[in-house]
Protein backbone atom coordinates (compact mmCIF):
# COMPACT_ATOMS: atom_id res chain seq x y z
CA UNK A 1 0.00 0.00 0.00
CA UNK A 2 1.11 3.25 -1.05
CA UNK A 3 0.41 6.54 1.62
CA UNK A 4 0.64 9.94 0.26
CA UNK A 5 1.42 13.14 2.22
CA UNK A 6 0.46 16.60 0.59
CA UNK A 7 1.47 19.81 1.65
CA UNK A 8 2.09 24.15 0.26
CA UNK A 9 -1.47 24.66 0.33
CA UNK A 10 -2.85 27.64 1.35
CA UNK A 11 -4.48 31.85 0.42
CA UNK A 12 -2.55 33.85 -1.08
CA UNK A 13 -3.55 36.90 -3.59
CA UNK A 14 -3.19 37.01 -7.34
CA UNK A 15 -0.21 37.17 -8.90
CA UNK A 16 1.89 35.20 -6.13
CA UNK A 17 2.97 31.63 -5.88
CA UNK A 18 2.68 28.53 -4.10
CA UNK A 19 4.55 25.11 -3.99
CA UNK A 20 2.94 21.86 -3.80
CA UNK A 21 4.42 18.61 -2.37
CA UNK A 22 3.56 14.98 -2.50
CA UNK A 23 5.66 12.19 -0.36
CA UNK A 24 5.11 8.62 -1.44
CA UNK A 25 5.56 6.23 1.16
CA UNK A 26 4.72 2.46 1.81
CA UNK A 27 5.28 -1.00 0.27
CA UNK A 28 5.81 -0.94 -3.27
CA UNK A 29 8.40 -1.94 -5.95
CA UNK A 30 8.01 1.64 -8.51
CA UNK A 31 6.30 4.94 -8.78
CA UNK A 32 5.41 5.35 -12.43
CA UNK A 33 3.36 8.53 -13.49
CA UNK A 34 2.39 11.51 -10.47
CA UNK A 35 -0.29 13.84 -11.39
CA UNK A 36 -1.55 16.48 -9.27
CA UNK A 37 -5.75 17.08 -10.37
CA UNK A 38 -7.99 19.72 -8.68
CA UNK A 39 -11.55 19.79 -8.21
CA UNK A 40 -14.08 22.62 -7.44
CA UNK A 41 -17.18 22.39 -5.70
CA UNK A 42 -19.70 20.79 -8.63
CA UNK A 43 -17.40 20.56 -11.07
CA UNK A 44 -15.30 16.97 -12.40
CA UNK A 45 -11.58 16.74 -11.20
CA UNK A 46 -9.62 18.13 -13.71
CA UNK A 47 -5.99 16.96 -14.47
CA UNK A 48 -3.40 19.53 -13.60
CA UNK A 49 -0.05 18.51 -14.50
CA UNK A 50 1.55 14.68 -14.85
CA UNK A 51 5.09 13.60 -14.57
CA UNK A 52 6.36 10.02 -15.98
CA UNK A 53 8.93 8.00 -14.53
CA UNK A 54 11.14 9.21 -17.07
CA UNK A 55 10.38 12.92 -16.40
CA UNK A 56 8.09 13.70 -19.28
CA UNK A 57 5.46 16.57 -18.13
CA UNK A 58 2.52 17.17 -19.53
CA UNK A 59 -0.33 20.28 -18.47
CA UNK A 60 -3.90 21.25 -19.29
CA UNK A 61 -3.72 24.34 -21.77
CA UNK A 62 -4.37 26.82 -18.49
CA UNK A 63 -1.55 26.55 -16.20
CA UNK A 64 1.10 26.15 -19.28
CA UNK A 65 3.99 28.76 -18.52
CA UNK A 66 2.39 29.19 -15.17
CA UNK A 67 2.91 25.94 -13.13
CA UNK A 68 5.78 23.75 -13.41
CA UNK A 69 6.16 20.32 -12.23
CA UNK A 70 8.90 17.87 -10.91
CA UNK A 71 9.83 14.72 -9.27
CA UNK A 72 12.39 13.80 -7.13
CA UNK A 73 12.68 9.88 -7.71
CA UNK A 74 14.94 9.08 -4.58
CA UNK A 75 12.31 11.28 -1.73
CA UNK A 76 9.59 9.67 -4.28
CA UNK A 77 8.29 13.18 -4.45
CA UNK A 78 6.64 15.27 -6.70
CA UNK A 79 6.46 19.09 -6.61
CA UNK A 80 4.16 21.28 -8.51
CA UNK A 81 5.72 25.03 -8.47
CA UNK A 82 2.28 26.88 -8.90
CA UNK A 83 3.39 31.08 -10.24
CA UNK A 84 1.31 33.67 -11.20
CA UNK A 85 -1.70 32.40 -9.36
CA UNK A 86 -5.47 33.19 -11.08
CA UNK A 87 -8.57 33.35 -8.40
CA UNK A 88 -9.50 30.69 -11.01
CA UNK A 89 -6.83 28.18 -9.70
CA UNK A 90 -8.49 28.11 -6.74
CA UNK A 91 -9.75 24.12 -5.98
CA UNK A 92 -8.71 21.50 -3.78
CA UNK A 93 -5.62 19.98 -5.57
CA UNK A 94 -4.79 16.57 -4.88
CA UNK A 95 -2.18 14.40 -5.61
CA UNK A 96 -2.18 11.08 -7.56
CA UNK A 97 0.34 8.27 -8.06
CA UNK A 98 0.00 4.97 -10.26
CA UNK A 99 2.73 2.26 -8.69
CA UNK A 100 3.37 -0.90 -9.13
CA UNK A 101 2.99 -3.61 -6.04
CA UNK A 102 5.51 -6.10 -7.35
CA UNK A 103 7.85 -6.39 -10.14
CA UNK A 104 5.66 -8.16 -12.11
CA UNK A 105 1.72 -7.43 -12.17
CA UNK A 106 -1.49 -4.55 -12.29
CA UNK A 107 -0.53 -1.54 -11.80
CA UNK A 108 -2.26 0.80 -8.86
CA UNK A 109 -3.30 4.24 -7.95
CA UNK A 110 -2.96 5.77 -4.68
CA UNK A 111 -5.08 9.52 -3.96
CA UNK A 112 -3.80 12.11 -1.19
CA UNK A 113 -5.80 13.76 0.72
CA UNK A 114 -6.33 16.87 -0.73
CA UNK A 115 -4.97 20.69 0.05
CA UNK A 116 -6.66 23.47 -0.64
CA UNK A 117 -5.39 26.39 -2.30
CA UNK A 118 -7.62 29.79 -2.52
CA UNK A 119 -6.41 32.64 -4.90
CA UNK A 120 -8.16 36.20 -4.01
CA UNK A 121 -8.29 38.55 -6.53
Known amino acids: QVQLVESGGGLVQAGESLRLSCAAS????????MTWYRQVPGKQRELVAT???????KYTESVKGRFTLSRDNAKNTVFLQMNSLKPEDTAVYYC???????????????WGQGTQVTVSS
Open 96 to 110: NVQFDRYQWGDEYNA
Open 26 to 33: GRFFSINA
Open 51 to 57: VSSGGNT
